[in-house]
């Protein structure tokens, strides 16, 4: 089925506020500038300056008031007009040489009103040679005195312009914001500016010098750099504005920092140059048009039937749905630009003819949106759409014969036989049921009614999603645009079952805008948190399972591609390191066999600690949290060695608390691992109240105290009664009555005593009654030798156990 290229007249012109000077401007002056507002209402018409007035003429469709305005002679008219991209209200900018600007606006009232008026060049003998003005800036190429910095002789002269920048915002109802002059780029020669929806292109003139006119730059005010590009040696060097690094603002100093831009060759000889969203297109003297990408590389699109005459010729350039289409004289030319093949050529009753920019996105009025997909031509004639539409007449084949002939292409790319699939073999063959199945469906074995119900959300969410690419193509909002979609992305890979290139894509989203992502997880697994510290789930189980299964068919990822629970782990770390132990302990929680948490495979936890790093390289407070809450007796044992080494007694001991009943051989491992350091040292002394609420109910004393002497420390000398100065205290019966006591809190034996130290623990509190204070006899003193070897009165109260 062939397309026929079509000219549709959307407006005689009639319906424009000064419909008659419009036609007369359009007809009479070709060297007319024709720009378009953002709403596609408003058409702007300026003459160049010199000629006869009015030299301005801002025509509305529809209700609303013209704008016209004519400067006499011997007063200079503006060097350039804009409208200004705001939602509030429309606006445009007026530019003089002088470097005079003034922004006219339509206020509450009716007709247009001046709404501020300022000073560009700040500096004396300076004037404006182009302007440009992309969305929320002005931009212009200011030509200032060579002398002014004592330069002299041509190359002086050729390299004294600049770029200058400043934003232009609304302000209130009536108001502008003008910032401060920022000076993108100086030292430089005369450039053309052009603009398009998101990057600002600085291109060589005629009057460039010729040892730099091959080459053109490309600024991206979102991205913060400049890509300098010369189309005839296939080279292209990005380079970031940051003003830190010396001076690399200075053109010369750029180019002398790029390899191969200057080498000798001749100035670009260029007749038209047309932004457009895929790039900068520009036709030669020799008919040929080129695209010049926003990351500097250049293509050939096509070659015309007919080459530009002469500059004075009259050229226009845009591009459709892979269309270019170029009006050069009275001629139009549709061309594919993927292969540059020639599609339709038509000859127009005039040669005065401007193609138009498309309204931007969402702006668009309800016939605008029927013509979508197409561009608009302006002439004195009328406005016409240029586009693509089927011959009336032509029997397009139906939808099921569709399904057919997409499905035996679809097979046909999968199949390894030689032979070629047919759809009548489709049709009769019940291998293949996906295209029955289809075509029962559009033969109207389910109603209409039916299927637009089931299949309603999935188209809303479908139009939602194109309404998002549009406004990302649009430049709207980029930062929320992108987190939408990287949503929408992550949420119907989760669909899926995640092998290879889904599960590619989804590493891809979570590296390029991790917390998006990140977001759709937590919509898919319902996660919050419970206030404690900890993490709840609501999401049902096979979500669970397909976030906790390494891969699919036990097959491993290619090198490089994490699964999807890694991949979380990773996000975390990256995100919020502090909620990757909850998330791991609910991801225990919920696991199955065979999920990741149990089976043959490695537990979570520890595949979470191989997200984190080798051992050694792990952030220390996060790998403790793992350990400590995988509830693996042997990844518990080893945090508690690291609190340990460490002499985080309190928080080892509240580890071991922490374990439930159910885990007592492990909370009396813990006990002892801190009962050895108890008796080695003082320094768990002031945690003694921990330990006991550590202590096994069915620690018998005689059993702990075995563990205690176990692990005491040699004693190389003598008791002392008191401890050398700096020396580590011993351990003291004090100290340890509150742990033997803790072990006979089960009660008391009814039997016989089991243990030497029961009447310790069990001493009813009373004190035996005091003996007599009278002198010693002789003989009393004789019958305990002992007592001549003690200190006198008030000294060695104290007594240590040797144990």
């Not at 939808?399 to 999968?414: I, N, T």
């Not at 119900?453 to 479908?462: M, P, S």
């Not at 199955?592 to 191989?610: D, H, M, N, Q, V």
Request: glycine share 10%; proline share 10%; charged share 20%.
């Amino acid at each position: 089925m062939k397309r026929v290229g079509t000219l549709r007249l959307l407006s005689d012109l009639n319906n424009f506020s000064g419909a008659a000077r419009l036609r007369e401007l359009l007809a009479g002056d070709p060297a007319v500038r024709v720009r378009c507002s953002p709403d596609g209402r408003h058409l702007l018409l300026l003459r160049p300056p010199g000629a006869p007035g009015p030299q301005l003429l801002v025509a509305v469709r529809g209700p609303g008031t013209e704008l016209e305005r004519a400067w006499p002679a011997g007063q200079p008219s503006p060097l350039d007009a804009f409208f200004l991209p705001w939602p509030a209200r429309l606006a445009l900018v007026l530019v003089w040489e002088s470097g005079l600007a003034e922004v006219w606006g339509t206020g509450v009232g009716p007709g247009w009103r001046l709404l501020q008026s300022t000073e560009l060049c700040t500096g004396g003998g300076a004037r404006v040679v182009a302007v440009a003005a992309p969305r929320g800036r002005l931009v212009w190429c200011e030509e200032r005195q060579a002398g002014a910095e004592g330069r002299e002789g041509p190359p002086a002269v050729a390299f004294s312009h600049c770029v200058c920048v400043r934003t232009l915002e609304p302000s209130g109802e009536a108001g502008t914001n003008l910032g401060r002059t920022h000076i993108l780029l100086h030292n430089c020669p005369r450039f053309g500016l052009l603009t398009s929806r998101k990057d600002l292109f600085l291109v060589p003139t005629a009057t460039t010098w010729p040892g730099v006119g091959h080459i053109l730059l490309i600024w991206s005010p979102s991205k913060g750099k400049v890509v300098v590009a010369a189309p005839c040696l296939g080279l292209s060097h990005s380079k970031s504005l940051n003003p830190g690094g010396g001076d690399p603002w200075d053109f010369r100093t750029l180019l002398r920092g790029l390899p191969g831009l200057l080498s000798p060759r001749q100035p670009l000889t260029v007749h038209t140059w047309a932004p457009t969203p895929q790039g900068l297109l520009w036709l030669d003297f020799r008919g040929t048009v080129s695209l010049v990408q926003p990351h500097g590389g250049t293509r050939a699109v096509g070659t015309l039937q007919e080459a530009p005459a002469s500059l004075a010729g009259s050229a226009a350039l845009g591009a459709f749905h892979g269309t270019l289409a170029c009006v050069l004289g009275s001629t139009l030319e549709l061309l594919d630009m993927g292969s540059g093949q020639l599609l339709e050529r038509k000859v127009l009753s005039t040669d005065r003819v401007h193609l138009l920019e498309p309204p931007a996105p969402g702006m668009e009025n309800e016939e605008e949106l029927e013509t979508r997909g197409g561009l608009r031509l302006l002439s004195a004639v009328g406005l016409f759409r240029v586009g693509w539409e089927a011959p009336q007449g032509l029997e397009l084949p139906s939808a099921e014969d569709l399904v057919f002939e997409e499905a035996c292409e679809y097979y046909q790319r999968r199949s390894l036989r030689g032979a070629r699939l047919t759809p009548e073999e489709l049709r009769h063959n019940s291998t293949f049921r996906a295209p029955q199945a289809l075509a029962s469906i559009l033969q109207g074995h389910v109603s209409p009614s039916t299927l637009l119900t089931t299949l309603r959300a999935e188209l809303r969410d479908y139009r939602g999603l194109e309404q998002l690419k549009a406004q990302l193509v649009a430049g709207d909002d980029e930062e929320a645009g992108w987190t939408e979609l990287a949503e929408h992305e992550v949420a119907r890979l989760l669909r899926t079952e995640l092998m290879g290139d889904q599960l590619a894509q989804l590493n891809t989203v979570f590296q390029a805008l991790p917390t998006a992502a990140w977001g759709a997880i937590l919509r898919a697994l319902q996660l919050q948190p419970d206030g404690n510290g900890r993490l709840r789930s609501q999401a049902p189980p096979d979500v669970w399972k397909k976030v906790l299964g390494v891969t699919t068919g036990g097959k491993e990822p290619p090198s490089g591609i994490l699964p999807l629970f890694e991949l979380l782990c990773q996000c975390l770390c990256r995100l919020e390191p502090r909620w990757l132990p909850p998330f791991v302990e609910l991801a225990q929680q919920q696991g199955g066999p065979g999920w990741g948490s149990g089976g043959p495979g490695l537990p979570l936890y520890r595949r979470a600690l191989e997200v984190l790093g080798e051992e050694g390289t792990r952030p220390e407070a996060l790998e403790l949290d793992l350990l400590l809450g995988s509830g693996r007796p042997k990844a518990v044992l080893q945090a508690v060695g690291q609190l340990v080494q460490k002499e985080e007694w309190e928080r080892a001991l509240e580890a071991g608390l922490a374990l439930s009943s159910s885990s007592p051989l492990l909370r009396s491992e813990i006990f002892k691992l801190l009962l050895a350091e108890f008796a080695r040292h003082r320094r768990l002394d002031a945690h003694l109240p921990l330990l006991c609420r550590l202590c096994p109910p069915d620690l018998a004393p005689t059993e702990l105290l075995l563990l205690l002497r176990t692990h005491l420390p040699d004693e190389l000398e003598p008791p002392a009664p008191f401890p050398e100065p700096g020396a580590e205290p011993p351990l003291t019966v004090g100290l340890l009555r509150a742990l033997l006591e803790q072990t006979g809190t089960q009660g008391r034996p009814s039997g016989p005593v089991l243990s030497q130290y029961e009447d310790i623990l069990w001493d009813p509190g009373t004190p035996p009654p005091t003996p007599p204070r009278g002198p010693m006899s002789a003989l009393q003193a004789s019958d305990h030798p002992g007592l001549e070897a003690w200190a006198p009165s008030g000294q060695g109260l104290c007594v240590t156990d040797t144990g």
